[in-house]
């Protein structure tokens, strides 16, 4: 769709998660084939690099500061990380119940997960155990850090950020609260000016919290001409134009918006199926997306010749 360029090699799965390296132009995708698939994008196009695997589904990858190394997680309650030199992973701690969300924190050298079993873990490869748990009212159904700010969307509408700064000496949130949207969350972002976050709600409705300032703060209609309502499966902001953001949705429908003047600044062609991921490079030139069944219609609805496919934008400003 779109006349965007297409990743050759796919998972055998639906795609889960896309992540960036910070450092050049190599993106992941975690699937529920169980693996975390790499390509290096260039003009000449996406070349596979390599790819590694876990025990069961991956629904969370993202790379280190350096981009030497990916750490993972997903159904298998595990999280991983894998050295992309080396080509060895160590299972750097465990969940009681599947990793949701993976993070590398580079300003603490540490490395988080968020999970099911209704807490938050920070691992450090030098020891087995957390280096810290944080208990969650819920299960984490959407999780985002830019330092120092952590924002989580849990179960049961609860939303709460924490200040990782301040995290090894108080383990309390800094705000708790519930989603201002009605339904469940399905993904969240926060600002990159870190004055708060942006949430997605299983009905297509998206949801602007600014903690500055409450004037600043509302909702509205992921695809305002769309009479079913769909999952919001991912939100991402551009890197340097600071309130340019864009909208995955369940119903193959992907949007680029301004939060601030609150327009919407381009519309692509719905795809086929769901856009389950998407994310900007780290210079915004290149926006990554992945379509596949992302299960919203239960088991019934899948079948082995689903397409499942990474697209790359180049985007330009609109």
Known sequence: ??????????????????????????????????????????????????????????????????????????????????????????????????????????????????????????????????????????????????????????????????????????TAPSAAGMSALKTQTRSISCFPDRNGYVLGSVEGRVSIQNSQDSKKSFTFKHRKESEINCAVNAIDFHPSMKSTMATCGSDGFFAIWDKDSKKCLKKFEPCKLAVTAGKFNRTGSCFAYSVSYDWSQGHEAYHEKLPRQVFLHQYQAE
């Open 1 to 170: 769709p779109n006349g965007h360029v297409a990743a050759a090699e796919t998972p055998a799965d639906s795609i889960s998660c896309l992540a960036w390296s910070p450092v050049q132009d190599v993106l992941a995708a975690g699937s529920w084939d169980k693996s975390v698939m790499i390509w290096e994008v260039s003009q000449a196009g996406v070349v596979f690099r390599t790819s590694f695997q876990h025990e069961a589904p991956v629904l969370s990858c993202a790379f280190s500061g350096d981009g030497q190394r990916i750490v993972s997680g997903g159904c298998d309650q595990q999280v991983r990380l894998r050295d992309l030199q080396a080509q060895q992973d160590i299972v750097l701690g465990r969940h009681d119940q599947p990793v949701r969300y993976v993070a590398a924190i580079d300003e603490l050298n540490l490395f988080v997960s968020g999970s099911w079993d209704k807490t938050i873990r920070f691992w450090s490869p030098q020891q087995q155990s957390p280096v810290l748990t944080l208990q969650l009212p819920e299960r984490v159904y959407a999780m985002d850090v830019k330092f120092p700010l952590m924002a989580v969307g849990c179960a049961d509408r609860h939303v709460l950020t924490y200040d990782l700064q301040a995290i090894q000496q108080s």
